[in-house]
Nanobody, 119 residues
Framework: QVQLVESGGGSVQAGGSLRLSCAAS????????MGWFRQAPGKEREGVAF???????WYTNFVKGRFTISKDNAKNTLYLQMNNLKPEDTAMYYC?????????????WGQGTQVTVSS
């Protein structure tokens, strides 16, 4: 079955960095669109960054210049490098997979990894 397992979250001070990873299995990783989403307490889930099967990349405005999405098809792993973190980046971060981008919703989801940024 499909599994997406995130790791790399933690607690950092503002200005710090974290690198999230998402290990995928159970489907053809290279042919899917992959995305990072986040959800803060009391807020709706929001998209953060996306990378499609041919390497096309999109970022939402609030992370442009600070976050970098990448993937390693040989390792079936998705990454999110987060630099210059801000307290407003505090959220549960999820990776997700869908056969194509853009999409109204993604088909497969991980369980999430918590990112906490203190001021």
């Amino acid at each position: 079955q499909v599994q997406l397992v995130e790791s790399g979250g933690g607690s950092v001070q503002a200005g710090g960095s974290l690198r999230l990873s998402c290990a995928a299995s159970g489907y053809t990783f290279s042919s899917y669109c992959m995305g990072w989403f986040r959800q803060a307490p009391g807020k709706e889930r929001e998209g953060v960054a996306f990378i499609d099967s041919i390497g096309g990349i999109w970022y939402t405005n609030f992370v442009k210049g600070r976050f970098t999405i990448s993937k390693d098809n040989a390792k079936n792993t998705l990454y999110l490098q987060m630099n210059n973190l801000k307290p407003e980046d505090t959220a549960m971060y999820y990776c997700a997979a869908h056969p194509y981008c853009p999409a109204a919703d993604f088909r497969y989801w991980g369980q999430g990894t918590q990112v906490t940024v203190s001021s």
